[in-house]
């Protein structure tokens, strides 16, 4: 929502565990801090970041900003508001100024649709301040190469209305092909438009013409331009064709240069990379998906095109692995990027005219965001089995850690072993993962055992932190999660393999993965449980509907009726292109609706966890598996999250939600 044993390439990765350290704990989960969008100052001597807090009397979370010295002499925030949150720090150009995204200050605080605006913070002291006369909500922006103008990326505002004196709600008018998102709900047909905005005079001006939603702001290194990414055409939702777009700064308002023309995505702003401009100003590089019928399953490359306009060069054909995060050097020869490969997250680069890729670093790292200065230096995130993201420098070609908010965290608990598997599944293809056993298991005792499937399905697991199976761990279970078809990291052949076939290969590939940790003499084979969030919680559902050796199951915000999720999720492009329209296509949708359709196959005791206002696999999915379920007197049991989307956020359920999960395990495995 989305036998060739290879025993000898099983890498065990054993964590040291300090003096007196301690089982990980649910409470853990909420002291787990989050590190996200790293950004080094020019001169790179300092680097931002936002860090994600829980303040648990209160049930909320926050995010603050950040500052951390490259020299590592430590870190200190610079925004402290209580009960408000802040993203997207950047430098301005001469270093004396963070500008941030907050709401905070928003006239109405319990409006559900607060406007975000754009703040500048002075480093050299003083309080934060708005950027002023902007109508509607900031929710990108960029600074020009002399730090005078911004290129903002504003979304419309609503439009003032007489407030009724009954305070009658109004109709909601649909009349767009996308018409829900998840965090959202119902969409209007207000856009996201590109806007200069000047800092002296306050003045601000739309860039470009007509009405459509535009992303990803980039100035090029004259500022005389603004890169920019949109699908300007009618009823865009219909297509992938997003385009690298070009509007002049002394132009206002007039329509822009289209750049690229690929059909596919060219730099889809969903997948969080943003085109970079060469030194001189000539070139751009980005991320340009793969075949466009293959949606998700597709493989990301890098390309070039001219500033000029034109086809676009993709530089990493051959790699067939996933790319993000583009970055030229400073002479322009290269381009680094981060290349998501089995299991790990690696810094690599290639020649701005094709050639070789050739790792910069790699290792058992998760490299991500990383963000360079105008004297190279290399700031990014970082993650490790070891402990949780932190922010790091990349220094001479070493990693140098330049943050400790996790450290305490990691030093007091006692971690166990994880080991990397590879192992044969049904039909011969090699799969790959890793299996997580408690400290201080011998070999010899066998455990109750945790299947983890993960969501998407286009995603993977890797060497980062993972809190959940910690938790598991210290709780006797040994863990198992392994990247099945449709997983990323191993190709586009391997994700696609699930195109339109869902609950079919990739449950052969779990299946094969508990076959293995039971041959290994790790799993106890009459204490196996299962269980996945989204696409790991419908997995989960076709597992179950397939085998019947799972003693209890937890699915996680799932669909098993397929065809009633048309119309009524917000994935209605992609169940288009991958499973067609219903009314045509309809032995398709049966064929992957089989956990509903046939639930009678379904003897485990499952039970259906669910976000109350969730659009991307909206709740009446829960309830029609647990109705089946509850209709043929199988053990199950329906949670819903009030006022949650797909995504459980409030700290109260998050920590209410890995307990029940255990909870249900427990009473039917120990």
Do not use: C
């Given at each position: 929502?989305?036998q060739l044993l290879?025993?000898a390439?099983m890498l065990?990765i054993?964590v040291?565990s300090?003096s007196?350290?301690?089982?990980?704990?649910i409470a853990?989960l909420?002291?787990e801090k989050?590190?996200?969008?790293?950004?080094?100052?020019?001169?790179g001597?300092?680097v931002?970041?936002?860090?994600s807090?829980?303040?648990?009397e209160?049930?909320?979370?926050?995010?603050?900003v950040?500052?951390?010295r490259?020299d590592g002499?430590?870190a200190?925030?610079l925004?402290?508001?209580?009960g408000?949150?802040e993203?997207n720090?950047?430098?301005?150009?001469d270093?004396r100024?963070?500008a941030?995204?907050?709401?905070?200050?928003?006239?109405d605080?319990?409006?559900e649709?607060?406007p975000d605006r754009?703040?500048f913070?002075?480093?050299?002291?003083?309080e934060?301040?708005?950027?002023k006369?902007?109508?509607g909500?900031?929710t990108d922006f960029?600074f020009s190469?002399?730090?005078q103008?911004?290129a903002?990326?504003?979304?419309?505002?609503?439009?003032?209305k007489?407030?009724?004196k009954?305070?009658?709600?109004?109709?909601?008018?649909?009349?767009?092909?996308l018409?829900?998102r998840d965090?959202?709900?119902?969409?209007d047909?207000?856009?996201?438009?590109l806007?200069l905005?000047d800092?002296a005079?306050?003045?601000?001006?739309?860039?470009?013409?007509g009405?459509f939603?535009?992303a990803?702001?980039v100035?090029?290194?004259?500022?005389?331009?603004?890169?920019?990414?949109?699908?300007?055409?009618?009823?865009?939702?219909?297509s992938?064709d997003?385009n690298?777009?070009?509007a002049?700064?002394?132009r206002?308002?007039?329509?822009p240069q289209?750049?690229?023309?690929?059909e596919?995505?060219?730099?889809?702003?969903g997948?969080?990379?943003?085109?970079?401009?060469?030194p001189?100003?000539r070139?751009?590089?980005y991320?340009?998906?793969?075949?466009?019928d293959?949606i998700w399953?597709a493989?990301n490359d890098l390309a070039?095109v001219?500033?000029t306009?034109g086809?676009?060069?993709v530089l990493?054909q051959?790699?067939?692995?996933n790319v993000?995060?583009?970055?030229?050097?400073?002479d322009?020869?290269?381009?680094?990027f981060?290349?998501?490969?089995n299991?790990?997250?690696?810094?690599?680069?290639?020649?701005?005219?094709?050639?070789a890729?050739n790792?910069?670093k790699?290792?058992?790292?998760?490299l991500a965001?990383p963000?360079?200065s105008d004297?190279?230096?290399?700031a990014m995130?970082?993650?490790h089995l070891?402990?949780?993201?932190e922010?790091?420098?990349?220094?001479?070609?070493?990693?140098?850690g330049l943050?400790?908010?996790?450290a305490?965290?990691?030093?007091?608990?006692?971690?166990g072993?994880?080991?990397r598997i590879s192992?044969?599944?049904k039909?011969?293809?090699?799969v790959r993962?890793?299996l997580?056993t408690?400290?201080?298991?011998?070999?010899g005792?066998r455990l109750?055992t945790m299947?983890?499937?993960h969501g998407?399905?286009?995603?993977?697991?890797?060497v980062?932190?993972?809190?959940?199976s910690?938790?598991?761990?210290?709780?006797?279970?040994a863990?198992?999660?392994v990247n099945p078809?449709?997983?990323?990291?191993?190709?586009?052949?391997?994700?696609?393999a699930?195109?339109?076939a869902?609950?079919?290969v990739d449950?052969?590939?779990?299946l094969?993965?508990?076959d293995h940790?039971?041959e290994?003499?790790v799993?106890?084979p009459?204490?196996?449980?299962?269980?996945?969030?989204?696409?790991?919680?419908?997995?989960?559902?076709y597992?179950i509907a397939?085998?019947t050796?799972?003693?209890?199951?937890?699915?996680?915000a799932?669909?098993?009726?397929?065809?009633?999720?048309?119309?009524?999720?917000?994935y209605i492009?992609?169940y288009?292109?991958e499973?067609?329209h219903?009314?045509?296509n309809r032995?398709t949708?049966?064929?992957?609706?089989?956990?509903?359709?046939?639930?009678?196959r379904i003897?485990?005791?499952?039970?259906?966890?669910?976000?109350g206002?969730d659009?991307?696999?909206?709740?009446?999915?829960s309830?029609?598996?647990y109705q089946?379920?509850r209709s043929?007197?199988?053990?199950?049991r329906l949670v819903v999250?009030?006022?949650?989307?797909h995504?459980i956020?409030?700290?109260?359920?998050?920590?209410?939600?890995m307990?029940?999960?255990?909870?249900?395990?427990?009473e039917?495995?120990?």
């Amino acid at each position: 929502m989305r036998q060739l044993l290879l025993a000898a390439s099983m890498l065990a990765i054993a964590v040291p565990s300090a003096s007196f350290a301690r089982p990980a704990e649910i409470a853990d989960l909420l002291r787990e801090k989050s590190l996200s969008a790293p950004d080094i100052s020019p001169d790179g001597t300092q680097v931002v970041y936002t860090v994600s807090e829980t303040n648990v009397e209160k049930d909320e979370t926050a995010r603050h900003v950040w500052i951390a010295r490259w020299d590592g002499s430590g870190a200190r925030q610079l925004t402290h508001r209580a009960g408000e949150s802040e993203s997207n720090p950047r430098f301005s150009p001469d270093g004396r100024t963070i500008a941030f995204i907050s709401s905070r200050d928003a006239k109405d605080k319990d409006a559900e649709d607060k406007p975000d605006r754009l703040w500048f913070l002075p480093l050299a002291g003083g309080e934060a301040y708005p950027i002023k006369d902007v109508e509607g909500s900031v929710t990108d922006f960029a600074f020009s190469p002399d730090g005078q103008k911004l290129a903002l990326i504003v979304h419309d505002p609503k439009p003032k209305k007489e407030k009724d004196k009954n305070d009658r709600p109004e109709p909601i008018v649909i009349d767009r092909y996308l018409f829900k998102r998840d965090g959202t709900g119902y969409l209007d047909n207000r856009r996201e438009r590109l806007w200069l905005y000047d800092i002296a005079s306050g003045k601000a001006e739309r860039l470009t013409d007509g009405d459509f939603d535009e992303a990803m702001p980039v100035f090029s290194p004259d500022g005389t331009r603004v890169a920019f990414v949109s699908r300007r055409m009618e009823d865009a939702e219909r297509s992938p064709d997003h385009n690298i777009y070009l509007a002049r700064t002394d132009r206002p308002g007039q329509a822009p240069q289209q750049v690229t023309r690929y059909e596919g995505a060219d730099n889809d702003p969903g997948f969080g990379s943003y085109p970079a401009w060469s030194p001189d100003g000539r070139q751009i590089a980005y991320i340009r998906s793969g075949d466009p019928d293959l949606i998700w399953y597709a493989v990301n490359d890098l390309a070039v095109v001219p500033a000029t306009g034109g086809d676009g060069e993709v530089l990493t054909q051959a790699l067939d692995r996933n790319v993000s995060n583009p970055t030229w050097s400073a002479d322009g020869s290269s381009i680094s990027f981060i290349v998501e490969d089995n299991g790990v997250q690696r810094l690599a680069s290639v020649g701005a005219s094709g050639g070789a890729v050739n790792d910069v670093k790699s290792g058992e790292w998760v490299l991500a965001d990383p963000s360079v200065s105008d004297n190279g230096r290399v700031a990014m995130r970082v993650g490790h089995l070891g402990a949780p993201d932190e922010i790091y420098a990349l220094d001479s070609g070493e990693l140098r850690g330049l943050t400790t908010h996790n450290a305490d965290l990691a030093a007091e608990l006692d971690l166990g072993t994880v080991q990397r598997i590879s192992f044969a599944s049904k039909d011969g293809t090699e799969v790959r993962g890793f299996l997580k056993t408690p400290h201080g298991w011998r070999k010899g005792k066998r455990l109750p055992t945790m299947l983890m499937i993960h969501g998407g399905p286009t995603s993977q697991y890797d060497v980062g932190f993972n809190m959940m199976s910690e938790i598991m761990a210290a709780r006797g279970y040994a863990v198992v999660y392994v990247n099945p078809r449709g997983s990323t990291g191993r190709g586009q052949d391997f994700a696609a393999a699930i195109d339109a076939a869902w609950g079919s290969v990739d449950v052969e590939d779990v299946l094969a993965a508990v076959d293995h940790v039971v041959e290994m003499g790790v799993a106890d084979p009459d204490r196996l449980v299962i269980g996945g969030w989204s696409y790991g919680g419908m997995l989960t559902n076709y597992t179950i509907a397939s085998d019947t050796r799972f003693k209890a199951a937890v699915s996680g915000a799932s669909i098993s009726n397929i065809i009633a999720g048309y119309g009524t999720d917000h994935y209605i492009y992609e169940y288009d292109v991958e499973l067609g329209h219903p009314w045509e296509n309809r032995e398709t949708w049966d064929r992957i609706s089989y956990p509903f359709y046939e639930n009678q196959r379904i003897v485990t005791p499952t039970l259906f966890m669910v976000g109350g206002e969730d659009v991307n696999v909206p709740t009446w999915a829960s309830e029609q598996m647990y109705q089946a379920l509850r209709s043929r007197g199988i053990e199950t049991r329906l949670v819903v999250y009030p006022g949650e989307a797909h995504g459980i956020d409030r700290p109260s359920f998050i920590v209410d939600r890995m307990e029940r999960w255990l909870e249900w395990y427990d009473e039917r495995v120990k």
